[in-house]
């Protein structure tokens, strides 16, 4: 499974639009990329999945470029409520024929007043 | 529709006991997971459990064990406690073996 690098942290403030990108440079060709969001004492929370291009939904966008070597979350006009831990995960789910999510440390995103 | 449910929410208990968490999956899901996250770091996956049966494992020893019962509802044993097993363990269930996973609130374990 790819190894995914993100930062640890990241400050932003009401409003504003929040970029977080994943760095993946060993993506094999099976592999999707996937963020989760997880908050103090839950459980994660699927945000948004990918596999080229762009993708959006409700929440939020992913850009995953040409050769899939890095992915970047893109939150538009953040809240407080989302201050949250933020993983990005990259592997092929499920191989072995069962779904395992391979998590790595995260993004802590801090959102202030 | 109910989402995924896990009990008790902490648990206190001493190294060498040993200890059974229990997770509800969300209606119409046939498949569970469990994780363990440790303070500060990301879940690890533990194992998957669909139709009764073990499905996949992750690096985990023998002491960790489960079972899923007809209703897909989950336990997780884990024996001879060690102090490094304090985490907060996750149970997640899905549609199928590849569906996307919805996770439970988790269950707080601190072993001293």
């Known amino acids: 499974l790819a190894k995914t690098t993100q930062p640890i942290s990241m400050d932003s403030y009401e409003g504003q639009e929040v970029n977080i990108t994943c760095s993946h440079n060993n993506i094999a060709t099976n592999d999707y990329i996937t963020w989760y969001q997880q908050f103090p004492s839950q459980g994660p929370r699927f945000i948004i999945q990918g596999y080229k291009t762009k993708v959006t939904n409700e929440v939020a966008s992913l850009f995953i470029p040409a050769d899939r070597k890095s992915s970047t979350l893109s939150l538009p006009r953040v809240s407080l409520s989302d201050t949250a831990v933020y993983y990005c995960l990259v592997g092929d789910m499920f191989s072995g024929g069962y779904n395992k999510l391979i998590f790595g440390a995260g993004t802590r995103l801090a959102v202030h007043p | 529709e109910t989402g995924v449910t896990q009990s008790p929410t902490h648990l206190i208990k001493t190294r060498g006991q040993q200890v059974t968490l229990r997770c509800s999956s969300q209606s119409g899901h046939n498949t569970v997971s469990w994780y363990q996250q440790a303070l500060g770091q990301g879940p690890q996956f533990i194992f998957q459990?669909?139709?009764?049966?073990?499905?996949g494992r992750g690096n985990f020893p023998p002491r960790f064990s489960g079972l899923q019962f007809p209703n897909y509802s989950s336990e997780l044993n884990v024996n001879a406690l060690e102090l490094d097993d304090s985490a907060l363990y996750l149970c997640?269930?899905?549609?199928?073996?590849?569906?996307?996973?919805?996770f439970g609130p988790g269950t707080r374990l601190t072993v001293t």
């Open positions: 997640a269930s899905s549609p199928s073996t590849g569906g996307e996973q919805y």
């Open positions: 459990y669909y139709r009764e049966e073990e499905n």
